[in-house]
């Protein structure tokens, strides 16, 4: 199913081009999820990639996929498939000798480093406590956020269940009609706050993104003086934490948005059951209707406060992960063994780098 998901993004790009709503990230997020979720673990997903079926597979589904698209999409498809061929053979060296290629590079910038080994340690420690209090303002405002749109979520949607109630006990006309149109207009104004909670939570992933770049190249040019032979091993170990570091940005803003999706999917079915509760005459749609408006605002304020409790550590928690992945740069500048994470880190940068540009150059 992921793989299909993939050949269909791949599709979308092919047929509208860059103006897709399809992003190339997004068809590079889903290549790169098949090689490994297709894993149990970390260390299958690295011999996934070497497998030769994969590539098979991706070459067959592309072409069924896109041969009945139009002249520009045919076009690109003679180099997709060729694409994705010649990237499953870049990836799929044996993981002992990507291992040993990794391990090297450290050990060359761990050497050149040496002389200098108090200074860099001190200069990391000095950038890692600056990006701490950058990051710490970061994770109250979002916090700050949360709390002022779920509040203003609570404003918009309680008094108008209330309304219902009052509508119930004093309308004289059709109940039915008016209730209905009453749940109606509820729906629309939880479709149109959720979505403005979304609108006003996930710009922070991008703030927190422009933070992570200001510092990553504060690190650099600390770091620079002390590498001026390996610089290019240094620039891959920073690019590296920056990519991880930017990720957990991007996956908080998807966090987020799945959570307001699924607090959508939580109080739509309030305003189903109260039209499924408008049957019958007037005074059994009160007897029915009645007990449950009076728990409603309860319910709603309920699903929304879990809403709340449940977005709220994400700053926090992200904040925690970029600091950590700062932190393991200064580990592999000691002496260090490299596992497979160190691996999946390295394929996934160069899958998704590889795959960005060559669907910007090629549509």
């Known amino acids: 199913m992921l793989l299909k998901a993939l050949v269909v993004a791949l599709a979308a790009l092919a047929i509208t081009g860059s103006q897709a709503d399809v992003s190339t990230d997004q068809v590079a997020d889903a ?13 299958e997903a690295v011999g996934q990639i070497q497998q030769a079926e994969i590539s098979q597979k991706l070459n067959t589904l592309i072409q069924d996929n896109l041969q009945n698209v139009n002249l520009y999409a045919g076009d690109l498809q003679k180099q997709l498939i060729p694409f994705a061929t010649q990237l499953h053979s870049q990836l799929t060296q044996d993981s002992e000798k990507l291992r040993e290629q990794i391990q090297l590079e450290l050990e060359q910038l761990r050497l050149k480093l040496s002389p200098y080994a108090d200074e860099v340690h001190k200069q990391i420690i000095k950038n890692v406590e600056e990006l701490q209090l950058q990051l710490t303002p ?16 609570r404003k918009q949607l309680t008094p108008y269940a209330q309304e219902i109630q009052t509508k119930l006990q004093e309308s004289v006309g059709d109940l039915q009609t008016d209730l209905t149109t009453y749940a109606e207009e509820l729906q629309k104004k939880i479709n149109k706050n959720v979505d403005e909670v979304k609108e006003k939570l996930t710009p922070y992933a991008d ?8 510092s990553v190249e504060q690190m650099r040019e600390d770091l620079s003086p002390y590498a001026q032979d390996v610089q290019d091993q240094l620039n891959h170990q920073i690019d590296l934490m920056a990519f991880q570091m930017k990720k957990n940005a991007d996956e908080l803003k998807t966090r987020i948005s ?68 700062a932190e393991e740069m200064q580990q592999k500048l000691s002496p260090y063994t490299v596992g497979v994470q160190d691996q999946l880190e390295v394929l996934e940068k160069e899958v998704r780098d590889k795959i960005t540009s060559f669907l910007n150059s090629g549509i």
């Open 31 to 43: 290549y790169w999820k098949y090689f490994t979720q297709v894993s149990s673990s970390a260390k």
């Open 138 to 153: 970061y994770a109250e405002e979002l916090r700050t956020r949360i709390q002022d749109n779920t509040e203003e979520l």
């Open 207 to 214: 703030e927190l993104k422009a933070k992570i770049d200001q």
């Open 258 to 325: 799945e959570k307001a999706e699924d607090l959508r999917l939580k109080l739509t079915p309030y305003t189903e059951e109260i039209k499924e509760k408008l049957n019958g005459n007037a005074e059994d749609i009160r007897q029915r209707l009645s007990p449950y408006l009076e728990d409603l605002s309860n319910q709603m304020n309920q699903r929304i406060e879990e809403f709340s409790q449940s977005v709220s550590p994400y700053g926090e928690n992200l904040n925690k992960m970029i600091i950590q992945k």
